[in-house]
Structures are given as C-alpha cells and as structure tokens.
C-alpha cells in the first residue's frame, strides 16, 4: 500500500531533550511538509522541502530542524530551543507542480 | 499573501439535516481551494479541491462545495448529515502556479452530530 507514515504515534520527552520525528512516504512524492496542530489554531507550516538536500523554512521554524538526504525521508528534529513542543505533528506530502497534500496519520509529543 | 477564514469553531447539526460549513478566502491571485477532514488523532483527508475547472465541486462522502469568486467563498455543504461526519473540517488555499505548493489552512469547524 502506498502512503506517509509517521512513528512513533505518541511520545513523551523530558525538557530540555531534542527528538526526532519519523516521516516517510512510499508515493514517490518529490515534496513534503511538516506541520503543527495545535487546538484552535489550524495547522501551521515548520518546514517543506522541495528536492533532496534542499528545504525552507515555514511560518513557525524556530526551534526545529530537517533533513532531506533521501526522497522517500523527511525527518523533523524539535530541538530543546522550541519553547513550547508540545503538540500534534503532521507530516504530508505532494507531486511537484501540484496542490494537493496527503497527509500521514500525524505524531503526538508530550514534553513534560 | 492568502489566508482563510472558517467562520464557527463548532458546528452542531442534528442527524439528517442539512451540514453548512463556511469557508472564506483571501488571495492576490486566482487561488486553489480545498477542504479536508481529520478524525480525533488521525492525519488530514481530502475531501475536495477547487481548481478551477468548475464552480461546484464534488467530493467524497457526500460532500460538496461551491466556489463563488463574488463572495470570495467556498462553503462546505451536505444534504443530510449522518453520525460519521462527526470530525474537524479544515478550509485551506494555496496560490496557483507550478513551485509554490505551501497551503494556508483555516483554524478549523468541529462538526458534532446530534442523534
């Protein structure tokens, strides 16, 4: 089956740690998209990548990180700098020269 | 830039009637729209896309929306709501034009069903 997964569903870290974010698709997707869902506020863009090796930085980068070293892998570290963390996280992806996202199923962190 | 604006974070309709959820946009250019929808702790689905083909557009589930370039809107409509449409319903819209694919989403509708 194709599509996005995104692990772990949920997790938990302490203040002060970075963590790593799991996304990968098996679309063949050139772009994908990472994004913070917060209640009451929308989805808000951190960072996007259009091609391997390059990516921009959204609305909301500070405190976060990327990685674009493979097609197929987009992976988002939340670095101890990211003020507040905790918070939904949806990872999605798009053909190149579209508009359509597709969105995984998303991961929960818990900063405590 | 564009932006959305979904009018009311909670919607509640009683099984059978009539699901309106609005949706109005703000773009410098002819924009593509969308509506999505996101059960509790899952990622978005689309339901439908507005890319200029045509003003009334169908979607899955039931679902359908019209785009009216007058009223700068773009209304999610269902004849008759069953208890499934029970999710949270993003608005987005995105600048037409090949290497610009950002979305800008609306802050959400929560749609609750009444038995």
Not at chain 2, 76 to 89: N, Q, V
């Amino acid at each position: 089956d194709g599509g996005i997964t995104q692990s772990p569903k949920y997790l938990f870290r302490k203040e002060g740690q970075n963590v790593t974010l799991s996304c990968e698709q098996n679309l063949n997707h050139d772009a994908m998209y990472w994004y913070r869902q917060d209640p009451g506020q929308g989805l808000r863009l951190i960072y996007y990548s259009q091609i391997v090796n390059d990516f921009q930085k959204g609305d909301i980068a500070e405190g976060y990180s990327v990685s674009r070293e493979k097609k197929e892998s987009f992976p988002l570290t939340v670095t101890s700098a990211q003020k507040n963390p905790t918070a939904f996280y949806l990872c999605a992806s798009s053909i190149l020269g579209t508009d359509t996202q597709y969105f995984g199923p998303g991961t929960r962190l818990t900063v405590l | 830039a564009q932006s959305v604006t979904q009018l009311g974070s909670h919607v509640s309709v009683s099984e059978g009637a009539l699901v309106l959820l609005r949706c109005n946009y703000s773009s410098s250019v002819p924009p593509y729209l969308f509506w999505y929808v996101q059960y509790p702790n899952q990622g978005l689905q689309l339901l439908l896309k507005y890319t200029s083909a045509a003003t009334l557009v169908k979607g899955i589930n039931g679902f359908e929306a019209e785009f009216k370039k007058s009223e700068t809107s773009f209304h999610l409509t269902k004849p008759s709501a069953h208890m499934s449409d029970a999710a949270e319903y993003f608005c987005a819209v995105s600048d037409q034009g090949f290497g610009n694919e950002k979305l800008t989403f609306g802050t959400g509708t929560r749609l609750t069903i009444i038995p």
